[in-house]
């Protein structure tokens, strides 16, 4: 079972018992929190999809640690006009542990998207093939085969070679 949520402006496939890291939160570590912009859930095969979020359904994680990440060095330079700079940045992340993911209101759709909807039948007429017409133009030099079909209006040409004259 996984779940695409959006925490943060951004969007995550989360699954319970997974830990990811987002985009710095203003909760304190070790408390709960609960993600209810979910727009797609999966169970057992079964994919529910939101318009634009699933009503009722919630992520539940936990709040493990505020840390930053990795320093990002930026450096711009252009060549010949003694023009450099080098700035970094260290992004702010949280790390949150997925507890667990609340289905309530897929059930519901599930069980809706499952009533079958009659289709009626539609006959669909075979057109007769229709037959191909040949034209053959003699030249002085060479002689050319051209081939048109009347359903799609194609002609394809085959070229054949000149015959060959006995040089004396």
Same mark, same amino acid.
């Given at each position: 079972?996984?779940?695409?949520?959006?925490?943060?402006?951004?969007?995550?496939?989360?699954?319970?018992?997974?830990?990811?890291?987002v985009h710095r939160l203003e909760v304190e570590e070790g408390n709960?929190?609960?993600?209810d912009k979910v727009l797609l859930i999966e169970e057992d095969g079964k994919i529910?999809?939101?318009?634009?979020?699933?009503?009722d359904a919630v992520i539940e994680g936990k709040i493990l640690d505020h840390m930053r990440g990795d320093k =990002?060095?930026?450096?711009?330079? /252009?060549? &010949? %006009?003694?023009?450099?700079? +080098?700035?970094?940045?260290?992004?702010n992340f949280t790390q949150v542990e997925i507890i667990r993911i609340n289905s309530k209101g897929s059930d519901k759709k599930a069980t809706a998207e499952k009533e079958e909807v009659k289709v009626s039948e539609v006959k =669909?007429?075979?057109?007769?093939? /229709?037959? &191909? %017409?040949?034209?053959?133009? +003699?030249?002085?030099?060479?002689?050319?085969?051209t081939t048109v079909n009347k359903s799609t209006g194609e002609k394809t040409t085959g070229?054949?070679?000149?015959?060959?004259?006995?040089?004396?």
């Open positions: 079972m996984y779940a695409i949520v959006e925490i943060a402006g951004q969007q995550f496939k989360v699954e319970a018992g997974k830990k990811i890291f709960q929190v609960e993600f529910t999809v939101g318009e634009p979020t699933i009503k =990002v060095i930026i450096f711009k330079k /252009k060549r &010949k %006009k003694g023009y450099r700079i +080098k700035n970094g940045h260290r992004q =669909v007429k075979e057109k007769p093939v /229709k037959e &191909k %017409k040949t034209v053959t133009k +003699k030249t002085a030099d060479k002689k050319e085969k070229k054949k070679p000149a015959s060959k004259k006995a040089l004396i």
